[in-house]
């Protein structure tokens, strides 16, 4: 681990947060009839936030225990971005003009709005959520999430905009991704599975921000297709850090953890065997690589692997070793490629068939011809093996984040996404055309926006 990057880290990601609680000046104060030095104070309430701490200068212990990168992904992480701060859009509810709204979750308390910030005419999304009738689990939950919010920053992380209270609601600004998650755009557009190039640029993009989220210690746990959003720019992040959780407790890293996701239900097709199994063994960053793969069959299938199965089902399908796979002329028997599409037993997403036979081509696009089998594709080996090392049952054998964008499934990306994937995903447009979008109490105008966000699954967005 370099000097600059602990520098970096520091001084433009964990220092604001620190000066938000203990201010420029140094000072001291009383806790527990002891009187603590500033940099003691610091190394307390970061214990406390479970905010690993970082240390710019290896070997000075002022500040405690240094944060240990991943020894798989220190060398290829990308120097961060200067941090865009938080608080750009006003903690004021009069700035906000509520045009619909879009979704709700989190057991009815959430509701999730279109909205226009006035200053500046911009559309951006805010999940406002009944903090009166949560329960202690879910603010403790929320707290966590908003805690991360702060913490990270990149490029392919969904940022935060700005946190406030207003009355007895907490509200959240996003971005407003005009593209959808990618599970729209399967359910609505691309219901055989999408191109592999549009997919290579979709992985490549979460893999990016689990590299970064993996570098800083953390789990994801909810890698799908609903939390990969797109932009209207082409820019693909990753959200879902409701149930993110840290290797890093009491200032020291852990090499694994045994707790088990928080409303998990949605996310079990997901889940790699060993968070399932909830053994001794325990689990690590490698079982978001797991996610990863199941989320590379859903985008190339148009469905999930185990999807309609029940849950002790699945369960033992993955400890038995059962993999998914990529559905094409090389996985599905030919005698089911010549059924029609509603007879096909490739709708499991389980191969099923010798796996071999036939040439393999590079586009993967789906069939378009009517009445034609689905799966009457041919993906390209590199897409095959990606997936099949990301599918692997023994999670030592996984690759980390970093090592697979280095994979040869990627050479085929040639442009910058903002130039590509608007181009790979037409017919689909983005809902980005707001200009002419009447104020809230115009009927016409609020059902015609309506009709368009209709198409996008905003509950399972989990922002």
């Known amino acids: ?106 057991e009815d308390l959430m509701t999730v709005n279109f909205v226009r910030y006035k200053p500046t005419g911009e559309h951006i999304a805010i999940r406002r959520i009944d903090l009166e009738s949560c329960t202690n689990d879910m603010v403790n939950y929320l707290q966590g999430e908003l805690h991360v919010s702060k ?39 691309f219901t055989d599975g999408m191109s592999e190039l549009t997919i290579a640029y979709i992985l490549l993009g979460v893999l990016r921000a689990l590299e970064y989220i993996h570098h800083m210690g953390y789990v994801h746990r909810s890698v799908k297709a609903s939390h990969i959003l797109i932009s209207a720019d082409g820019q693909v992040y990753l959200s879902g850090l409701r149930s993110i959780f840290s290797l890093i407790g009491h200032g020291q890293r852990a090499r694994v953890v045994h707790d088990f996701p928080q409303y998990s239900v949605k996310v079990l097709p997901w889940l790699s065997p060993e968070v399932l199994q909830q053994n001794l063994q325990g689990y690590d960053f490698r079982s978001d690589i797991y996610s990863l793969g199941i989320t590379a069959c859903e985008l190339a299938n148009g469905h999930v692997p185990f999807k309609d199965m029940p849950a002790t089902q699945m369960l033992l399908e993955k400890l038995n070793g059962t993999v998914p796979c990529l559905l094409d002329t090389t996985t599905v028997p030919p005698e089911e490629l010549s059924m029609k599409p509603s007879r ?120």
């Open 1 to 106: 681990m370099n000097k600059e990057w602990y520098q970096n880290v520091f001084q433009e990601q964990l220092f604001p947060t620190i000066q938000e609680q203990f201010g420029d000046e140094q000072f001291f104060f009383q806790h527990d009839r002891a009187t603590c030095h500033k940099a003691k104070a610091i190394t307390k309430w970061l214990g406390e936030q479970n905010i690993e701490i970082l240390d710019p200068w290896p070997g000075n212990s002022t500040l405690g225990p240094s944060f240990q990168a991943n020894e798989d992904s220190c060398e290829s992480l990308s120097p961060l971005p200067p941090r865009d701060n938080m608080g750009t859009f006003l903690p004021d509810s009069s700035a906000y003009e509520l045009l619909t709204i879009i979704g709700r979750g989190l």
């Open 151 to 189: 913490l990270f920053h990149h490029p392919s992380i969904l940022p935060y905009k700005s946190i406030f209270i207003v009355e007895n609601e907490l509200w959240v600004i996003t971005p407003f991704m005009a593209y959808g998650s990618a599970r729209d755009l399967i359910s609505t557009h």
């Open 344 to 463: 096909s037993g490739a709708d499991s997403g389980i191969c099923e068939g010798p796996g071999a036979g036939g040439a393999r081509h590079t586009n993967g696009e789906p069939s378009s011809s009517s009445g034609a089998n689905p799966y009457s594709r041919t993906f390209s080996p590199h897409f095959h093996t990606f997936v099949e090392l990301c599918l692997q049952r023994d999670p030592e054998k996984r690759p980390s984040a970093s090592n697979l964008i280095g994979h040869p499934f990627f050479k085929q990306i040639k442009r910058r996404p903002c130039e590509a994937l608007p181009e790979l995903l037409r017919p689909v447009s983005p809902l980005s055309s707001f200009e002419c979008v009447p104020p809230q109490d115009s009927p016409s105008g609020l059902a015609s926006l309506e009709s368009g966000l209709s198409q996008l699954d905003v509950d399972d967005w989990d922002f």
